[in-house]
């Protein structure tokens, strides 16, 4: 979307999808500052993000699309990886809370991708 000129424009300095102890573990290591927005001061979803403690049949796909991502050296490559990563997407969310860390991680490996490949429909 087109960002207004003045608008406040937010970014993660971490991986979102983590517990708050380790939210804060990490900008206190990198950034020195301990944080205390809303979501960090309730900690309303850590139990919810720790949630998935056995990995699922597809765990060996996922390691596979994942390492696609990570050594893809064409876009052809990139979107087979993707499109191995969406499909275990698919999978996951019909078996976890929707709040999982490893569903709300793959989550985001899948935008990354996407995005790099210039999709932002298929990111959405």
């Known amino acids: 979307r087109h960002v ?10 971490i991986d979102l999808a983590c517990t708050t102890p380790e939210r804060r573990a990490k900008l206190d290591a990198s950034y ?3 944080c205390d ?4 001061a309730a900690g309303t979803l850590d139990h919810r993000l720790a949630s998935g403690t056995a990995e699922p049949p597809s765990h060996s796909q996922y390691l596979q699309g994942v390492v696609g991502l990570q050594s ?9 990886a993707c499109n191995i990563l969406q499909g275990v997407e698919r999978e ?17 490996k ?3 991708g996407w995005l790099e490949l210039g999709e932002a429909e298929a990111a959405i």
Request: charged residues 35%; glycine residues 2%; aromatic residues 6%.
């Open 32 to 34: 020195h500052f301990r």
């Open 92 to 108: 996951w969310r019909a078996a976890r809370d929707p709040v999982d860390l490893k569903l709300l991680s793959l989550h985001s």
């Open 110 to 112: 899948l935008l990354q």
């Open 4 to 13: 207004k000129e003045g608008e406040e424009l937010c970014h993660p300095y």
């Open 72 to 80: 893809a050296e064409d876009s052809k490559e990139l979107r087979d």
């Open 37 to 40: 927005c809303s979501r960090c």
